[in-house]
Every structure is written in structure tokens, then in C-alpha cells.
């Protein structure tokens, strides 16, 4: 199960921290993930990071957004810096584990200019 939190209403310029909380034992196993998904748009891989603390981001977050995990807490993190308009978007914390993958709810971001 993945739960996330923190995502509010935001002025542009802001900065955010999105929680996703996952349970399960082989968690530090996990390749974690964030994605979002803007209205009428496509779900899109935002950031992940494996097990071992490669890291990927989308070109449009470079520079602003950080990913992390905790293992010991069973979490992973996306700091959002210098927010944009454009970043508004639901975000879905993700995991994946031997080829399946799991979802969490969702949390909204807005981002107003």
C-alpha cells in the first residue's frame, strides 16, 4: 500500500514536500517513483530512484525537484522547488518490484501564477 500527502495550493515560486509512505517488507527492494498527471494529459515519470540510489528526472524538473528515500522509514520524498504553474498536476507515488507495479491514490498539486 502507498499513501502520499502533502500536496496543497501553492503560489508559484513556492516550494513543496510530497510523502509517499509504503508498506511492505521488501520495500528497500523497490524502485520508487513519482509521476503526475494534469488534466487531459497523460500520467508522466516525473522522478525515481532505485534501490541502489540511481536517480532519473524529467527533463522539465531538473534543477527544481529532488527525490529521496528513506529506508528505514518506509518512504520516499519529492522535494518541489521554485514551483510552476505548469507543475500543476496530480501526484502519484510508485513503486516497482519484479515487473509490477504498485500506485498510491494521488495527492494535488496547484501551482497559481
Known amino acids: 500500500q502507498l499513501v502520499e500527502s502533502g500536496g496543497k495550493l501553492m503560489q508559484a515560486g513556492g516550494s513543496l514536500r510530497l510523502s509517499c509512505a509504503v508498506s511492505?517488507?521488501?520495500?528497500?527492494?523497490?524502485?520508487m517513483g513519482w509521476f503526475h498527471q494534469a488534466p487531459g494529459k497523460e500520467r508522466e515519470l516525473v522522478a525515481d530512484?532505485?534501490?541502489?540510489?540511481?536517480?532519473y528526472y524529467v527533463d522539465s524538473v531538473k534543477g527544481r525537484f529532488t527525490i529521496s528515500r528513506d529506508n528505514a522509514k518506509n518512504t520516499v520524498y519529492l522535494q518541489m522547488n521554485s514551483l510552476k504553474p505548469e507543475d500543476t498536476a496530480v501526484y502519484y507515488c510508485?513503486?516497482?518490484?519484479?515487473?509490477?507495479?504498485?500506485w498510491g491514490q494521488g495527492t494535488q498539486v496547484t501551482v497559481s501564477s
Open positions: 530512484i532505485t534501490r541502489g540510489g540511481t536517480i
Open positions: 511492505g517488507r521488501t520495500y528497500s527492494r523497490y524502485v
Open positions: 510508485n513503486a516497482l518490484f519484479l515487473g509490477q507495479n504498485y
